[in-house]
C-alpha cells in the first residue's frame, strides 16, 4: 500500500493554494526509489536529522564562545528553535510543514566552529558564507563525500534563508523569517543570563511593541507576520514590525554582538581557526579523505574541512598539533 498517498490527498485537500505540495516537488539531483511511506520532504527532513552535520551542531557556538553554562543555546538548540517558529507560522497558512521543518533543520548545516567568526576568518581564504556552505555539507561534503541528494525546494530554502535571499517557496521564506525571530529573542535571553545586557535596559519602544518577556516577543512577533501573509501569495510583516526588529537587530549588535564580554575568547578563537587553515593548507595528507579531491583549490577543500569541525574537535586538532604530547618509554 502507498501510504504517502494520503498525505497527498490531504495537502490537495487542505493546503494553500500557494503551498508547495511534494507533489509539485522539482525532484532532486540523482533519481531516488520512491518510498511507500514518506514524501519526498518527509524523507529529506529525516536525512537531515540522521546526518553528522546536523549532530556536530550542540557543539557549535551560537553566540557565546564556549559558554560553561547548560542553559546558553548552541547551534543545535537554535536550529529546533526556528523549527519550531517555522512550523507555527507553515500550519497556520496552511503551507507544507514538511518542507519547512526541512529547510530549518538544515539551513545551518554548513556554520563554522565558533559561530561567525569562523566564518569571517575562513572568508579571508575563499568566498566563504555559511549558507552557501550549508548547501555544500548537503550536496558533497555531508555522507563522505557523497551529499544527501535532497529536493531541489529544500536546497533552495537552504541557501537563501539569510534576509537577502529569495527562496523560491513560501515556506522558505517562512524559515528566513522565523530565522530573525529565534536568534534575536534567544540572543537576547542568553545576553541577560551572561549579564552583557539587564532585561531592564531594553529600549521601551521594543517592550511596547513587542512585550516584555521572551515568550511575549515571539508570539508577537510570529503573529504578525501570520496576519500579515494569512491567504497572500507572499510572506510578510507589518512595515511597524519591520522597522522596528530591524531597530531591535541594531541595538543588539551594538550592545551584545559586539559587547567585550560576549567576544571575550573571540581572538583565542580566530588564531586557532587561521592555524588550522594555515597548517592543512601546508599538510593536505592529513586530511580526511573526502576533502582530497582534486576538482577544487586546495583552499576550498581546507574550509570545507574545518567548516565541519565541531568547537571542540576544533580545539582538540589544534592541541593535538601545537601542545607536546607526554610518552613513555616501555
Not at 175 to 186: E, K, L, M, T
Not at 293 to 301: C, I
Request: aromatic content about 10%.
Amino acid at each position: 500500500m502507498d501510504y504517502k498517498a494520503i498525505t497527498y490527498e490531504i495537502q490537495d485537500k487542505y493546503l494553500s493554494p500557494y503551498a508547495c505540495k511534494d507533489s509539485d516537488s522539482k525532484g532532486r539531483q540523482r533519481p531516488l526509489s520512491p518510498c511507500p511511506m514518506r514524501t519526498e520532504f518527509q524523507r529529506d527532513r529525516d536525512r537531515i536529522i540522521h546526518s553528522k552535520a546536523f549532530r556536530r551542531l550542540k557543539h557549535k557556538t551560537q553566540v557565546f564562545l564556549s559558554p560553561e553554562g547548560d542553559h546558553y543555546r548552541t547551534r543545535l538548540t537554535h536550529t529546533l528553535e526556528v523549527s519550531q517558529i517555522a512550523r507555527t507560522i507553515a500550519r497556520c497558512l496552511r503551507l507544507n510543514e514538511d518542507l519547512t521543518e526541512a529547510i530549518a533543520l538544515g539551513h545551518d548545516l554548513g556554520h563554522t566552529p565558533y559561530g561567525h567568526a569562523g566564518e569571517r576568518v575562513l572568508n579571508k581564504y575563499t568566498s566563504f558564507s555559511h549558507n552557501e556552505q550549508s548547501l555544500r555539507m548537503v550536496d558533497r561534503i555531508e555522507n563522505d563525500g557523497k551529499g544527501m541528494n535532497l529536493t531541489f525546494e529544500v536546497r533552495d530554502g537552504i541557501l537563501n534563508h539569510t534576509a537577502n535571499g529569495k527562496a523560491a517557496t513560501l515556506e522558505g521564506c517562512v524559515v528566513s523569517f522565523a530565522d530573525r525571530i529565534a536568534y534575536i529573542n534567544h540572543d537576547i535571553d542568553d545576553a541577560v543570563r551572561a549579564g552583557v545586557i539587564a532585561e531592564n535596559s531594553i529600549p521601551k519602544r521594543f517592550v511596547d511593541l513587542f512585550g516584555d518577556t521572551p515568550s511575549k516577543r515571539i508570539s508577537s512577533m510570529t503573529y504578525d507576520i501570520i496576519s500579515e501573509s494569512y491567504g497572500k501569495n507572499i510572506i510578510a510583516q507589518t512595515s511597524e514590525f519591520s522597522q522596528g526588529m530591524s531597530e531591535l537587530r541594531e541595538y543588539m549588535f551594538a550592545n551584545v554582538y559586539t559587547s567585550p564580554l560576549a567576544k571575550s575568547e573571540e581572538v583565542k578563537a580566530v588564531r586557532m581557526i587561521e592555524y588550522l587553515f594555515e597548517y592543512f593548507h601546508s599538510h593536505e595528507d592529513e586530511m580526511p579523505k573526502q576533502f582530497v579531491y582534486a576538482d577544487e583549490p586546495l583552499e576550498r577543500r581546507v574550509c570545507d574541512y574545518i567548516s565541519t569541525m565541531s568547537d571542540q574537535y576544533a580545539v582538540r586538532t589544534f592541541e593535538r598539533l601545537t601542545v607536546p604530547q607526554s610518552w613513555s618509554k616501555l
